[in-house]
Structure formats: C-alpha cells, structure tokens
C-alpha cells in the first residue's frame, strides 16, 4: 500500500511539474534533481519554466533547487494571479532571485527592487536577473528597521543552508558585514508612489521590522504584502503592525498573504 501512495504521490508530483514548468521543462528538471546529487556543492546548472523567459541558474547541493521548486514548480505566488499589472514590487529576502525573476515575467512592466544579504546568494542573483537589468535594482544588504551595520549570526536557523542565512546588529569590537537598509528608504529611492507588491523573506528579521516604528512610514502605500513569518514572536509583531490597515488576510502554503481592501 505504501509503494502505492508513494507511486501515486510521485505521479501528482509529475502532474503538477508539468502543468506549471511545461512538459520538456519538467522533465529536464527532473533530470538535473537526479545528477545534481553527484556533482561537486556549487557547481552551476541551468533549470527552464513556461514562466521565466530566461533560463535560471542554480548551485548543486544547495537550497537552491528546493527554492525554485517553491517558485515555479508549487508556484508559491499564485495568490496574486488575479493581479492584471504591477508598477513596483520590491523583494525582501531575494535569495538568487527566483521571486524576482517569476514577477518580472509575470508584469512584463514591472520594476523590481531586490534585497539579498549573502554575498555567494547575491552573486547567482545578479547572473539570473542580468536579462532584466532595466527593470530590477539588485541591493546587496538586509532588511532592518534602521540604517546600521550588521553581522551575520553565528546561531542555527532553519535549516541552516543557504537561504536561511540570519543577521544581527554589531556588537562591540566587531567588524560589520553589511550594512542594513529599510523598507521606507527603498520605496523612497523608487521614485513610485505606491507598492504594488511587498514580498518579505527575512529569516526572522521580520521581528526587528515590525517591532518598531519605521513601518509607520510606509505601510499605507502597500497594496499587496506576501511574508513568510518565522515563529510566534514574528507573527505576533507582524499582526500587531497591520491591526489598523484595512487588509483581508489569508494563507497560501508558508505565506500570509495581505490584500488591501479598497
């Protein structure tokens, strides 16, 4: 009975690849899942969707492989499939730029503004949005609720590979790794005068952000907010910081989803 449900799960599995990757673009993913665990960690190997107009790029024995099957085989952002256009969407915890990539495809006018903290996460970034290059800024920094000097922390998080990389402020004596950037001065330098989509990924930061005030600057331009919220002291700051937006909340797979009620 088990080799049957796992026989049917594979098979669902399969379906679902091919509806939202394409038939030879599910099968070549298929594929590079398979010979991607017998080649060197890091190595570069390319991976097609019906729904990135280029192909993207991924490390072998990383995260990277269970990110995109997040993006584009799951495709974690249909919720936001009724939307017909886009301006701005800015994309907080961008890892190698997977997200990025799905909404540049998706609102062939959109600009994208994408933050990622890794150096090594950062640099594949760059490579799979380099098509897009007049329509996404690539920020290498971390979301904080101040402009300060950050370090990357030495606790496990998650499951401690690559995209669960963590920061902290500097303590004393510390060199700084990088330097934090906030929401507000982001859609500031934008030069929009509205969010359309505010994606935030953050590895547990979303704490530090929602617990203080720098939210208050610009909360009330957000139309759409997808987050991933990393345990009860995240959520509880996170709700607490939308209680007055008139958003209709709800779920799709890890994310809570805010739309703004007009």
Request: net charge positive; proline share 2%.
């Amino acid at each position: 009975m088990s080799r049957v449900r796992s026989l049917s799960t594979r098979l669902r599995d399969y379906r679902t690849a091919v509806g939202n990757l394409g038939v030879w673009q599910a099968v070549f993913y298929k594929y590079q899942k398979v010979r991607s665990r017998y080649r060197r960690k890091g190595q570069h190997h390319v991976l097609f969707s019906k729904y990135s107009r280029f192909p993207l790029t991924f490390r072998s024995c990383t995260s990277d492989l269970d990110a995109f099957s997040q993006i584009f085989v799951a495709r974690e952002y249909r919720c936001l499939d009724d939307l017909r256009q886009a301006s701005l969407i800015i994309d907080c915890g961008a890892n190698v730029g997977y997200a990025s990539a799905y909404f540049l495809n998706r609102f062939p006018d959109v600009h994208v503004v994408a933050i990622e903290p890794d150096k090594e996460n950062f640099d594949l970034l760059m490579k799979n949005l380099a098509p897009y290059e007049r329509r996404c800024r690539a920020v290498r920094s971390a979301i904080w609720s101040r402009n300060t000097d950050l370090v990357f922390s030495e606790a496990p998080f998650g499951d401690q590979r690559e995209w669960s990389r963590t920061v902290r402020e500097t303590g004393r004596n510390e060199e700084p790794a990088i330097s934090a950037t906030t929401i507000g001065s982001l859609f500031r330098d934008s030069g929009f005068d509205r969010i359309t989509v505010l994606k935030i990924d953050i590895e547990g930061s979303e704490v530090e952000v929602f617990s203080a005030s720098e939210y208050k600057d610009w909360m009330r331009y957000v139309d759409n907010l997808v987050i991933e919220l990393h345990g009860s002291e995240c959520r509880a700051a996170f709700l607490n910081a939308i209680a007055t937006e008139n958003f209709s909340l709800s779920r799709c797979d890890e994310l809570t989803v805010c739309r703004r009620q007009r």
